[in-house]
């Protein structure tokens, strides 16, 4: 199996790119797989030098919305696995045309692309956040779209345009839409890897509002078990829900990283709450549970306290990163 995985030099992508290449995901053993991406700010080369010598790895600087590009590389790719993506809210609330380029315009040119070439199936990687916010109960994937924030409003263009081009071209796309993910090699910007570093560097942390806003947490390693399992064994034109069912408020997590630093609630900063905050986040993961077997493998409080060591003992990756991006 070829495979080309979009953003795969960043946090999720690099983590599902060392997996596949270690043998570490059922039913994708010996794939070789290229990286196309455009290293932003959050894209990092240092992400994928555990594999970078790997007889069925490949590298490819370059920008999603490259047509040429495209043209070039996909002849000959079975699947591609579609991560690449402005990420941070944040940074979409402060200014979206970069997320509409790159979220919805680029992935509508890699679909065409995909067509053009004959590429054999698309997983398009989509978030739980394209649902919007809820109070009570839990998203399954007929819920409708309700995105809040420019990013989510993004990712929800272009997850929608995913589906489009299974109903339209018939083309054999899945869609994703995980919930909230950490682990190592996390950009630190997003929360647990701000607050980790800051902490530990006897820093203090910025909580915004109240501290009441709910997130569902699942580790990386189980995000991508649930891609490759879509990627392999999921249905054409489907989506799945990916979650880990852990659902914490902000401040229950900033007390679990404070005692897993030793520090105290003296060092929380209580900020002005984002514009448009989602309250909660919760997805129903009924469907990927009894379809396709998942069951997230990493509890949280070890993969909590791992994270937590991994950047106690990899200074020399996010420091460089913390300063060019002055956090
Ligand atoms: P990330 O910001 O760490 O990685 C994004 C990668 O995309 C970077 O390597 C970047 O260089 C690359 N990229 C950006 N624009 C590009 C372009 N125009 N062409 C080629 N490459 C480009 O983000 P992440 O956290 O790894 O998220 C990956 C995907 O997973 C995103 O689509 C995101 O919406 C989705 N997702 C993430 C989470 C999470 O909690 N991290 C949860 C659910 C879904």
Not at 291 to 296: Q, S, V
Request: aromatic share 8%; net charge negative.
């Amino acid at each position: 199996m070829k495979l080309l995985v979009t953003g795969g030099a960043g946090f999720v992508g690099s983590n599902l790119v060392r997996m596949i290449l270690g043998d570490r995901l059922p039913g994708t053993e010996g794939a070789s797989v290229t990286v196309l991406d455009a290293l932003t700010y959050s894209g990092n080369l240092a992400n994928l030098s555990a594999v970078a010598e790997h007889p069925h790895f490949e590298f490819v600087h370059g920008d999603i919305r490259d047509t040429g590009l495209l043209d070039r590389l996909l002849p000959g790719v079975d699947a591609i696995v579609h991560l690449a993506a402005e990420s941070h809210v944040d940074r979409s609330v402060r200014d979206a045309s970069v997320f509409v380029e790159t979220n919805v315009v680029g992935t509508q040119r890699l679909l065409d692309a995909a067509l053009r070439h004959g590429v054999r199936r698309v997983v398009h990687v989509s978030t739980d956040e394209v649902y919007g916010s809820i109070e009570t109960g839990s998203w399954d994937e007929d819920c409708p779209l309700e995105p809040n924030s420019p990013y989510s409003a993004s990712k929800a263009g272009s997850d929608l345009l995913a589906r489009s081009y299974h109903r339209t071209h018939d083309l054999d796309v899945r869609i994703t839409r995980c919930s909230n993910t950490y682990g190592p090699f996390h950009f630190p910007e997003k929360l647990i890897p701000l607050f980790v570093t800051n902490l530990i560097d006897e820093l203090d942390v910025p909580l915004y509002g109240d501290g009441e806003n709910v997130r569902d947490w699942l580790h990386v390693d189980d995000h991508c078990r649930g891609i490759a399992l879509v990627l392999t064994s999921g249905r054409a034109g489907e989506v799945y829900n990916i979650g880990g069912g852990v659902e914490l408020t902000n401040r229950e997590l900033t007390d679990r990283l404070l005692a897993a630093t030793g520090r105290d609630r003296s060092a929380v900063q209580h900020v002005a709450d984002r514009k448009g905050h989602d309250l909660r986040y919760s997805v129903d993961v009924t469907k990927i549970s009894t379809e396709l077997g998942f069951a997230p493998q990493v509890p949280f409080e070890q993969g909590l306290a791992d994270t937590v060591q991994w950047y106690r003992d990899n200074r020399a990756w996010w420091e460089p990163l913390k300063e060019r991006a002055a956090l």
